[in-house]
């Protein structure tokens, strides 16, 4: 198993570019996260998945889009590119909750993003 | 909104001392877990606090949940370098079991 990957590990985009990052989970969760992470603040959700086909806003959606057209996929957009926008981005995934257990998030490596 | 704060934010020992960080939220905790993020790396889960007054112990590591469920510790007993890296503590509540994650606390170890 892989766990959770992304791709790309690095990039460096201009102002007003565009991109796309993957994440990808062959753990068969049903939740899916997407996260930013700047130093001292620690990591605050963007967007999240409870299924194939659904989306929802996290705690700093703005200038982010998101699609999850597949189970195993969690895409996350950057339609305009903006200097805010350099951090490092976590996916993660979990097993959607049941009655009681331990319901961890499992990260992939991140994604370095500087917007110049 | 809720925050989740952890003090301190930075702590630099020398290897065999103790190390304690510190979680304390605005809002009452639903479940509070601890991940370990080592430099460069990704957060990796290290354990859940569901109840009032739990304590968890994994080997040197002590996992303490208040009373009233506003506040969280970690100890660390006898540091090693292996143990170098930020923790974080996350209160996961609400629907699709969304993390609010602590501010973090980096922890340095030296020989």
């Known amino acids: 198993n892989a766990g959770v990957t992304q791709t790309p590990k690095f990039r460096v985009l201009k102002t007003g570019q565009s991109m796309t990052l993957l994440c990808a989970q062959d753990?068969?969760?049903?939740?899916m996260y997407w996260y930013r992470q700047d130093p001292g603040m620690g990591l605050r959700l963007i967007h999240y998945?409870?299924?194939?086909?659904?989306?929802a806003k996290g705690e700093v959606p703005d200038g982010y889009n998101v699609s999850r057209l597949k189970k195993q996929n969690f895409l996350l957009g950057l339609e305009s590119a903006a200097p805010s926008q350099t951090s490092v981005y976590f996916c993660?995934?979990?097993?959607?909750?049941?009655?009681?257990?331990?319901?961890?998030?499992?990260f992939g490596p991140g994604t370095r993003l500087t917007v110049t | 909104g809720q925050q989740v704060m952890q003090i301190p934010q930075y702590q630099h020992v020398q290897e065999g001392e103790d190390f304690t960080t510190y979680c304390n939220s605005s809002?009452?905790?639903?479940?509070i877990q601890w991940y370990k993020q080592r430099p460069g790396g990704h957060p990796v889960f290290l354990i859940q606090?569901?109840?009032?007054?739990e304590v968890k112990k994994q080997k040197r590591l002590t996992f303490q949940f208040g009373e009233a469920k506003k506040n969280s510790s970690l100890h660390i007993t006898a540091t090693q370098t292996t143990d170098v890296g930020t923790y974080f503590c996350?209160?996961?509540?609400?629907?699709?079991?969304?993390?609010?994650f602590g501010t973090g606390t980096r922890l340095q170890v030296t020989l």
């Open positions: 993660a995934s979990s097993y959607s909750t049941g009655t009681s257990g331990t319901y961890e998030q499992y």
């Open positions: 753990m068969n969760h049903e939740y």
């Open positions: 809002t009452t905790l639903s479940n």
């Open positions: 998945s409870v299924g194939e086909g659904t989306t």
């Open positions: 996350a209160d996961q509540t609400g629907t699709a079991s969304k993390l609010t």
């Open positions: 606090l569901v109840k009032s007054g």
